[in-house]
């Protein structure tokens, strides 16, 4: 008689557990996205640099200097490098003398097409004009040897300060243009 009872007290708490667990089963199916994307697989680097200097010259002369606190190298889906923490770059006349600096939050090299696009904060300074000059993004065309903008653009140079709809240069800073100046205005600072 006791062994029995245990054994009917054995089936129904493994009946309940059974239970349980397809109660478990069915209330647990669902998918939420967010934990889904977390298994699937993530586009990775080939390479990660850190703490870069990449020094670019032509006949021997300096051309540029550049910095970046990160560079990582992609091949797929396409051949590209990130600079995801951005760049600084201090481009020089050939007789190393400085001639304008690059300064953007983010960076991005498509390799396939010889495009280089900075953006996020971007300002050039030219040192021999004394322009600074802020945009929202730069692309530079390496087989055209030319910038561009296609964004509204401010330039300041003391206290003038120019707007316009687009920039463009050749890649040395020597010959920019805003397009489609809307106007100047200068200002002076009272003491």
């Given at each position: 008689?006791?062994?029995?009872?245990?054994?009917?007290?054995?089936?129904?708490?493994?009946?309940?557990?059974?239970?349980l667990f397809?109660?478990?089963?069915?209330?647990?199916?669902?998918?939420?996205?967010?934990k889904?994307?977390?298994?699937?697989?993530q586009?990775?680097?080939?390479?990660v640099?850190?703490q870069?200097?990449?020094?670019?010259?032509?006949?021997?002369r300096?051309?540029?200097?550049m910095?970046?606190?990160?560079?990582?190298?992609?091949?797929r889906?396409?051949?590209?490098?990130?600079?995801?923490?951005?760049?600084?770059?201090?481009?020089?006349d050939?007789?190393?003398?400085?001639?304008?600096t690059?300064?953007?939050?983010?960076?991005?090299?498509?390799?396939?097409?010889?495009?280089?696009?900075?953006?996020?904060?971007?300002?050039?300074?030219?040192l021999?004009?004394?322009?600074t000059?802020?945009?929202?993004?730069?692309?530079?065309?390496?087989?055209?040897?030319?910038?561009?903008?296609?964004?509204?653009v401010?330039?300041?140079?003391?206290?003038?300060?120019?707007?316009?709809?687009?920039?463009?240069?050749?890649?040395?800073?020597r010959?920019?243009?805003?397009?489609?100046?809307?106007?100047?205005?200068?200002?002076?600072?009272?003491?």
């Amino acid at each position: 008689m006791l062994v029995s009872a245990i054994k009917n007290i054995a089936i129904q708490i493994r009946n309940g557990a059974v239970a349980l667990f397809l109660i478990c089963s069915i209330v647990g199916c669902g998918n939420d996205i967010e934990k889904v994307k977390m298994f699937e697989p993530q586009e990775l680097p080939a390479g990660v640099i850190r703490q870069a200097r990449i020094q670019q010259s032509e006949n021997g002369r300096l051309q540029m200097l550049m910095w970046a606190p990160v560079i990582e190298q992609y091949d797929r889906p396409r051949s590209e490098t990130v600079y995801p923490q951005g760049i600084f770059a201090r481009f020089y006349d050939g007789y190393n003398k400085p001639t304008a600096t690059l300064k953007a939050r983010y960076a991005i090299s498509y390799d396939g097409r010889d495009e280089m696009m900075v953006k996020d904060s971007v300002v050039i300074i030219d040192l021999q004009r004394g322009d600074t000059v802020y945009l929202h993004n730069l692309t530079w065309n390496r087989m055209e040897h030319r910038v561009y903008s296609d964004q509204p653009v401010r330039s300041k140079n003391g206290d003038r300060v120019t707007y316009g709809d687009s920039f463009e240069s050749d890649d040395e800073f020597r010959t920019p243009k805003i397009v489609h100046q809307r106007g100047t205005l200068e200002w002076t600072e009272e003491e």
